[in-house]
């Protein structure tokens, strides 16, 4: 049985009115791509990105995990038969 993701860790910004969004960085292959890791390897790769963008922006970025999974849809990629209903 493969691995479950628990628990994401997101690099957030926070604006002057307490606002917080989902920081995001702009690659040439990909379009923007959000500030989300699920393992340590891909968190420690955009903790530089995450550093450059405070300095760029004067701004603090905080590094928040969430940890209680709810799955709430499962989407299959399987085709339907002809006896069942599309809504």
Known sequence: MGNKINSVY??????????????????ASFGWMPMV????EILESLRPIAKDLATVQKSKIKLIELNRRTDLEVISGETTSKNQRHH
């Open 10 to 27: 997101v690099f957030i910004s926070e604006d002057k009115d307490g606002d917080e969004g989902i920081c995001a960085f702009h690659t």
């Open 37 to 40: 890791a699920a393992n340590k």
